[in-house]
């Protein structure tokens, strides 16, 4: 299961996203611009405040790195 945190202004999530569609990897999105309990779910996932955060079978990344995504993705 992928799930990403993101907004829809920023660039990296905009990558981030492209880049899980270009491997046809499904996931859901949670948008943490539309809610203020979306937000706090980040930091507590994360301990940042800082999109995109991803979180794969439980391995959290922080920002878009291909190779942390690609390392998680084939555990």
Known sequence: ???????????????????LGLKGLAFSE????DAHEDREEVFKVSGQRTVPVLD???EIIVG??????????NK
């Not at 878009?64 to 993705?73: G, H, V």
């Open 30 to 33: 949670i948008n943490v611009a």
């Open 56 to 58: 794969i079978n439980g």
């Open 1 to 19: 299961m992928i799930k990403i945190y993101s907004t829809s202004w920023c660039p990296a999530c905009v990558k981030a996203k492209k880049y």
């Open 64 to 73: 878009f790195d291909k190779s942390a995504i690609d390392k998680a993705i």
